[in-house]
């Protein structure tokens, strides 16, 4: 085999194997990707800064605090992203992007334990917003703990509740609640 061939098979081998590689991306229903589209709406009307008025962290209450942003929320990508922080401006402050993908609504979570869980919206009815764990990475031992599923609980246009449910040595384990509101500008 001379040079040329070689260069040209390893071409070929290498536009090839990621082509097999890449996941299956499954379309949603048009009844799906219109629910999942009403969601993602809801969640950038949650543009701004909210405050915590009450809740628990892992099974440890957490104190209301009206004087400093809790949460925040902002559109970005010309639309086609919602930037989530929480526990805005600390040093534990996390990170979730929503998005919209093949039509169904998704989440990415940049967690404070050091890995990515990747959730998808739940069909559902009502306020919430559910979103269940597909996958994550950077997390090494499958029992250590992590987020495994999250719903948003719109209840008003000014008031939200967060949960964050979690999973250790692969049972539910204690989760976070936190109850936000959007105060007026001041």
């Not at 996941?23 to 405050?51: C, F, H, N, P, T």
């Not at 334990?113 to 990475?137: C, H, K, W, Y």
């Amino acid at each position: 085999m001379n040079f040329t061939n070689t260069i040209a098979i390893g071409l070929l081998g290498f536009l090839f194997i990621p082509g097999c590689n890449a996941r299956q991306q499954i379309v949603a229903s048009q009844s799906e990707q219109m629910a999942s589209e009403a969601d993602y709406e809801r969640i950038k009307s949650l543009s701004g800064d909210w405050y915590l008025v009450g809740g628990e962290r892992l099974g440890k209450k957490v104190e209301p605090n009206l004087e400093e942003p809790f949460m925040s929320y902002a559109v970005s990508s010309g639309g086609h992203s919602v930037i989530e922080k929480l526990f805005v401006n600390k040093p534990n402050e996390m990170v979730s992007i929503y998005y919209l993908n093949m039509g169904r609504l998704n989440m990415d979570h940049y967690c404070s334990l050091n890995n990515q869980p990747r959730m998808v919206a739940v069909p559902g009815d009502g306020n919430d917003i559910d979103f269940q764990m597909v996958e994550i990475s950077n997390l090494p031992d499958r029992n250590d703990l992590h987020i495994s599923s999250h719903t948003l609980e719109l209840n008003g246009p000014d008031e939200l509740t967060v949960y964050w449910g979690a999973t250790e040595d692969g049972k539910p384990f204690r989760g976070s609640v936190y109850k936000t509101k959007r105060l007026p500008q001041r």
